[in-house]
């Protein structure tokens, strides 16, 4: 009788293990995956690359990493990044990003080239329009992946846990494709990883795949670059608003992607009034350029509508932000300002902010958590039950926690912040 690889045992518990705990997945959509993959192993050339010790042990010159989602995701990657520069300083690293964050991570020194791409799937909330194949998407798409293959990558990475990434790492032709097999496609990847359930961190599913590589990632490895004269910028458009250099400064970003995970700008507006009532305190009413937004009429509340890089300048000067699960929260994280964070339809562990002081506000009671923002309800409970009380007592404490003093008794204010907004490799 055939006896079954331990360790393949182990490996198909854990994924299906993390298939319920970190993907959700349905019985019924695992059916589907599966029957993709039956398709896939019909079409496609599939042989297992000769694995040596020699191919095993040797530096890529080339590395892809894969990653078109939005801005909150590319910035979880940015740990990622940075441990990758750091352990293969020669090789070429490119990244295969959102068109529309081609120059997030510009100047980072992180990344030496950034493969622009618009995924289907990756731009609507509405299922038809993910998949319409008259979609236009579809042709950026086939452009960028035959541009990637023409490369010849050495290494490929993706820490989507998605049978689509794992694709795309095949069709890409990197020599080594590391990934997981949780959410289908693993017999396209060379390194087939392990998930490990202790760690459900976004940031933590992407560090944990460079263990397959024989690397120890520092997770406290992070951090983004401000430039001087991007301060400089920052500290004089702050004094143009009036806004003395003694003050304490707090932002307040209201905006998400989704409208499942927006809390509404009438509540940030009371907990705006409330933070005001703190004495010589101003407060960053922070807008999207494109999408007009009024800030509350206030004393001390300055509507802040800046284009991307100004907006990462003025968020490194404050002592805190107020925001929803969005970009600008992790963002936050990335220039070590202090979060307090709204959390709706998503779980904290999974994609909440991270830094020593920050604040997770959220009613945990909801059964119905994660809906990946397809909210089965009418509208977003889980939101709509969270009072100012609770967010505005997140604020105090992390202001409370974060406040600084120099010697002479005089609060470090924005125009004090350089050495903490700019980050030291």
């Not at 191919?55 to 940075?82: H, K, M, Q, T």
Request: hydrophobic residues 40%; proline residues 7%; positive net charge.
């Amino acid at each position: 009788m055939r006896q079954c690889d331990p360790i393949s045992i182990d490996m198909s518990a854990a994924e299906a293990a993390a298939r319920a705990s970190l993907l959700r997945m349905t019985p019924r959509k695992w059916r589907i995956v599966r029957a993709f993959e039956a398709v896939l192993r019909h079409f496609l050339p599939i042989r297992p690359l000769p694995r040596t010790a020699e191919s095993l042990n040797a530096l890529p010159a080339s590395i892809l990493v894969i990653e078109y989602w939005n801005l909150g995701d590319v910035a979880i990657l940015v740990p990622f990044l940075r441990n990758l520069r750091s352990s293969f300083r020669e090789a070429r690293i490119a990244l295969l990003v959102n068109e529309d964050l081609v120059s997030f991570l510009r100047g980072q020194g992180i990344v030496d080239e950034f493969i622009p791409v618009r995924v289907p799937w990756a731009q609507h909330f509405n299922r038809w329009r993910k998949y319409n194949p008259f979609s236009p998407h579809w042709i950026s798409l086939a452009r960028a992946l035959l541009a990637i293959r023409k490369r010849q990558f050495e290494w490929g990475f993706s820490g989507r846990m998605d049978v689509r990434d794992n694709l795309m790492l095949w069709l890409s032709g990197a020599r080594r494709r590391i990934g997981y097999g949780v959410g289908g496609g693993g017999f396209l990847l060379t390194d087939r990883v392990q998930p490990d359930l202790s760690r459900p961190h976004r940031a933590d599913v992407w560090l944990h795949l460079l263990e397959v590589v024989d690397l120890f990632p520092d997770r406290q490895l992070g951090g983004f670059r401000m430039t001087e004269s991007d301060l400089a910028r920052a500290r004089s458009y702050l004094v143009s608003l009036g806004i003395p250099s003694g003050s304490l400064l707090v932002g307040i970003h209201p905006g998400a992607r989704s409208a499942t995970r927006r809390w509404g700008n009438q509540n940030f507006a009371e907990v705006a009034r409330r933070i005001l009532r703190r004495r010589g305190s101003h407060v960053l009413w922070f807008s999207e350029p494109g999408y007009p937004c009024e800030a509350p009429p206030l004393d001390r509340c300055h509507l802040a509508c800046l284009d991307f890089h100004a907006f990462l300048a003025v968020l490194s000067l404050c002592q805190s932000l107020v925001c929803n699960d969005s970009g600008p929260m992790h963002l936050a994280n990335l220039l070590n300002v202090p979060v307090v964070a709204v959390f709706g339809p998503q779980r904290p562990e999974w994609f909440g902010p991270r830094g020593p002081h920050d604040r997770v506000v959220i009613r945990p009671e909801f059964w119905c958590r994660p809906c990946f923002d397809y909210c089965i309800f009418d509208q977003p409970y889980c939101l709509r039950t969270i009072s100012t009380n609770e967010v505005c007592g997140a604020v105090e404490d992390v202001l409370r926690r974060s406040d600084k003093w120099v010697p002479d008794g005089r609060r470090v204010s924005f125009m004090d912040r350089s050495d903490q907004s700019v980050f030291h490799p």
